[in-house]
C-alpha cells in the first residue's frame, strides 16, 4: 500500500493541473466542448484524492492530520470538494478556473514535503478527531471560497462601473449570480464549522479532561462562527445586499485567518499536537 500511496501522492498535483486546464481553457474560449467532462474529471480527481487521504489513514494508523503537510493535502480536497458542491447545487461551472489553482498551490507544497509518521501521540489516532478537523477544514475553505467570489464580484463591478465589458465580463456570471455563490459558499462553511464545533464540545471533554473553554483557538473558532452567523441572518432578513454582504464575506474570511494565525502561533493551545 505504501507504493501506491506514493504514486497517487506524486499523481495527484497532474491530476489537479489538467482538472485545472479544462476549467482554464472552458473558461478562455466559452465554448461547450468540456462542459460536462470538467466536472467529471474534477470529480475523478476528488476520487483519487479520496482515496489518497483514506489510504494514508489506514496505512499510518491516523488521520492525516499529524504536520502541517498533511492538513495542506486535506486543504487542496476540502476546498475542491467544496467547489464541486457549489457547482452541483447551483450548476454554474464558468468560476472553476479560480478555486482549482489554490487546490493546486496547497497539493503541490503536500506533495513534495509531506511527511510519513508512524509515531504519534494517541489523541491523534483517534477518528472522531479526524473528522472534526476534516468538517472545520472543509468549513474554512468554503469561507475562503466565499471571499473569492466576493473579489470576482468587486472585479466584474469595477468593470461594469468603468464601461469594460471585455473577457471578464462575457466569462463571469451576473453580479446577482456572484453574490449568491458568495453568500451560499459562507453557508455551508457555516454548516460545516458548526458540525465541526459540535463534535468538539462532545469529544473535548472525554480526550483532553483538563481542557479550558478558554482556550485561544476555541475562542477564535466560535467567534468566526458567531461572525458568518450574523452576516446570513443579516442576508436572509434583507438588511444586507449586494456590495455589502461580499464585502463582510472578505473580511469575515481575512478575520478567520488572522484568528488561526494568532491562535496557532501566538498563543498556547491544547490544539498544538505537533
Given at each position: 500500500?505504501?507504493?501506491?500511496?506514493?504514486?497517487?501522492?506524486?499523481?495527484?498535483?497532474?491530476?489537479?493541473?489538467?482538472?485545472?486546464?479544462?476549467?482554464?481553457?472552458?473558461?478562455?474560449?466559452?465554448?461547450?466542448?468540456?462542459?460536462?467532462?470538467?466536472?467529471?474529471?474534477?470529480?475523478?480527481?476528488?476520487?483519487?484524492?479520496?482515496?489518497?487521504?483514506?489510504?494514508?489513514?489506514?496505512?499510518?494508523?491516523?488521520?492525516?492530520?499529524?504536520?502541517?503537510?498533511?492538513?495542506?493535502?486535506?486543504?487542496?480536497?476540502?476546498?475542491?470538494?467544496?467547489?464541486?458542491?457549489?457547482?452541483?447545487?447551483?450548476?454554474?461551472?464558468?468560476?472553476?478556473?479560480?478555486?482549482?489553482?489554490?487546490?493546486?498551490?496547497?497539493?503541490?507544497?503536500?506533495?513534495?514535503?509531506?511527511?510519513?509518521?508512524?509515531?504519534?501521540?494517541?489523541?491523534?489516532?483517534?477518528?472522531?478527531?479526524?473528522?472534526?478537523?476534516?468538517?472545520?477544514?472543509?468549513?474554512?475553505?468554503?469561507?475562503?471560497?466565499?471571499?473569492?467570489?466576493?473579489?470576482l464580484y468587486l472585479i466584474l463591478y469595477k468593470q461594469i462601473k468603468l464601461n469594460k465589458f471585455g473577457l471578464i465580463f462575457d466569462r463571469l456570471p451576473s453580479l446577482e449570480v456572484l453574490e449568491r455563490l458568495s453568500f451560499i459558499s459562507a453557508v455551508i462553511g457555516f454548516f460545516l464549522t458548526s458540525?465541526?464545533?459540535?463534535?468538539?464540545?462532545?469529544?473535548?471533554?472525554?480526550?483532553?479532561?483538563?481542557?479550558?473553554?478558554?482556550?485561544?483557538?476555541?475562542?477564535?473558532?466560535?467567534?468566526?462562527?458567531?461572525?458568518?452567523?450574523?452576516?446570513?441572518?443579516?442576508?436572509?432578513?434583507?438588511?444586507?445586499?449586494?456590495?455589502?454582504?461580499?464585502?463582510?464575506?472578505?473580511?469575515?474570511?481575512?478575520?478567520?485567518?488572522?484568528?488561526?494565525?494568532?491562535?496557532?502561533?501566538?498563543?498556547?493551545?491544547?490544539?498544538?499536537?505537533?
Amino acid at each position: 500500500m505504501k507504493a501506491i500511496i506514493d504514486t497517487i501522492n506524486i499523481l495527484l498535483p497532474i491530476f489537479y493541473f489538467v482538472t485545472f486546464g479544462f476549467y482554464f481553457y472552458d473558461f478562455m474560449k466559452g465554448g461547450k466542448k468540456f462542459v460536462n467532462s470538467k466536472r467529471l474529471f474534477l470529480f475523478l480527481t476528488l476520487l483519487v484524492h479520496f482515496c489518497y487521504l483514506l489510504f494514508r489513514t489506514i496505512y499510518f494508523d491516523h488521520p492525516p492530520i499529524t504536520n502541517v503537510f498533511e492538513i495542506f493535502t486535506i486543504l487542496a480536497f476540502a476546498i475542491s470538494f467544496s467547489y464541486f458542491i457549489l457547482e452541483l447545487l447551483t450548476d454554474i461551472r464558468g468560476t472553476g478556473p479560480f478555486i482549482i489553482i489554490i487546490s493546486i498551490f496547497f497539493q503541490i507544497i503536500s506533495s513534495f514535503f509531506i511527511q510519513d509518521v508512524f509515531q504519534v501521540k494517541e489523541v491523534l489516532r483517534n477518528h472522531l478527531l479526524g473528522i472534526h478537523v476534516f468538517s472545520a477544514l472543509v468549513g474554512y475553505s468554503a469561507f475562503a471560497i466565499s471571499s473569492v467570489y466576493g473579489l470576482l464580484y468587486l472585479i466584474l463591478y469595477k468593470q461594469i462601473k468603468l464601461n469594460k465589458f471585455g473577457l471578464i465580463f462575457d466569462r463571469l456570471p451576473s453580479l446577482e449570480v456572484l453574490e449568491r455563490l458568495s453568500f451560499i459558499s459562507a453557508v455551508i462553511g457555516f454548516f460545516l464549522t458548526s458540525i465541526a464545533i459540535t463534535i468538539g464540545i462532545i469529544w473535548l471533554p472525554k480526550a483532553f479532561p483538563k481542557f479550558s473553554y478558554a482556550d485561544p483557538k476555541l475562542i477564535g473558532t466560535f467567534l468566526v462562527w458567531l461572525l458568518y452567523g450574523f452576516g446570513i441572518l443579516s442576508k436572509v432578513f434583507g438588511k444586507w445586499q449586494g456590495k455589502k454582504i461580499v464585502i463582510f464575506s472578505i473580511v469575515g474570511f481575512l478575520i478567520a485567518i488572522l484568528s488561526t494565525i494568532m491562535s496557532n502561533f501566538l498563543a498556547l493551545s491544547f490544539h498544538s499536537f505537533y
